[in-house]
């Protein structure tokens, strides 16, 4: 592997979780946390995106976001990438795919909030992404009954775990998703931004 790209072991599980993370906040290390324990995860890595297709705005410099993630996320066993950079990379199936294809016998899971579950249907290649990878879903305040509403949801019903067998998840062949309800943080980068802590 080439320097700079995260080590990961045939075999090893690790938790994808995506996003602008403009800016990161303790609201997302505490997601990684809980996915780590609750998945049985053996790494979580960041993967600040250059930017969101889904957002016509244009997220703060990738520079200031790593280093705002670095010092918000401090764990031995997270790593915070600009993989999607590496990798040229634009949308999740795109980087599913590349990080398969890059690491084939590492198992990977993504782990996304509950309100992204709510409008997962309009991801590209959403069902390649249900079909091909674990996904773990986080809920957090106020999304939880259109996330168990969703196309997703509904569409792949009959391969939820229950959240008691979340330890299964990154063990198993997708389709498979798991459900679960955190202590919650209500910590967001949208409320951040409008404070004006943080540069845009």
């Known amino acids: ?64 976001r790593m280093m705002r993630a670095r010092k918000v996320m401090q764990h031995p066993r997270v790593k915070v990438t600009d993989l999607e950079t590496k990798l040229g990379t634009r949308y999740t199936a795109q980087t599913l795919k590349a990080l398969q294809d890059r690491y084939p016998r590492v198992n990977f899971v993504w782990l996304m909030g509950a309100d992204n579950l709510a409008s997962f249907h309009r991801w590209q290649d959403w ?23 969703s196309v997703a949801a509904q569409r792949y019903a009959n391969d939820q775990l229950p959240g008691m067998a979340s330890q299964l998840l990154a063990r198993g062949v997708a389709p498979r998703w798991c459900y679960i309800n955190l202590p919650l943080s209500d910590a967001s980068s949208s409320a951040i931004r409008a404070s004006g802590a943080w540069i845009s």
């Open 1 to 64: 592997m080439r320097a700079g790209w995260p080590v990961a072991q045939a075999g090893q599980t690790v938790g994808l979780l995506g996003g602008s993370f403009d800016p990161a906040h303790t609201g997302h290390a505490h997601i990684t946390r809980e996915a780590l324990k609750r998945f049985d995860l053996d790494f979580v890595w960041w993967l600040v995106s250059p930017g969101n297709p889904l957002k016509e705005r244009g997220p703060a410099p990738m520079d200031a």
């Open 127 to 149: 069902d390649w992404i249900m079909e091909n990878v674990p996904v773990g879903v986080l809920a957090r305040p106020g999304d939880r009954i259109s996330a168990r509403r």
